[in-house]
Nanobody, 121 residues
Framework: QVQLVESGGGLVQPGGSLRLSCTAS????????MGWYRQAPGKQRELVAT???????NYADSVKGRFTISRDNAKNTGYLQMDSLKPEDTAVYYC???????????????WGQGTQVTVSS
């Protein structure tokens, strides 16, 4: 029943910005640890950034200093702010999150549907 829904992808020029959003479709489900992944054609899916429910973040070296992962627990929503975008950032971006309506030792993991980000002049 619950889904992880992404939005915010699109076409942007190099140096531009986009903000991706990821939210649980059912309000009673809380997002626990979450992250953003991306996959370009012919490449393996790679981890971009992660954030715990408490706000601890980690970034891939390729995006460090340009991307910011954040969350609003009251809205059950995670974000990826992407600044200074480069053509090599072009990929399908996927949200990944642990979701549960109650506290669990190991919340089930979900994937968003993916959203296309294209950086081109």
């Amino acid at each position: 029943q619950v889904q992880l829904v992404e939005s915010g992808g699109g076409l942007v020029q190099p140096g531009g910005s986009l903000r991706l959003s990821c939210t649980a479709s059912v309000s009673i489900f809380r997002i626990y640890d979450m992250g953003w992944y991306r996959q370009a054609p012919g490449k393996q899916r790679e981890l971009v950034a992660t954030i715990t429910r408490g706000g601890t973040t980690n970034y891939a070296d390729s995006v460090k200093g340009r991307f910011t992962i954040s969350r609003d627990n009251a809205k059950n929503t995670g974000y990826l702010q992407m600044d200074s975008l480069k053509p090599e950032d072009t990929a399908v971006y996927y949200c990944n999150a642990d979701l549960a309506p109650i506290a669990m030792m190991t919340p089930p993991n979900y994937w968003g549907q993916g959203t296309q980000v294209t950086v081109s002049s």
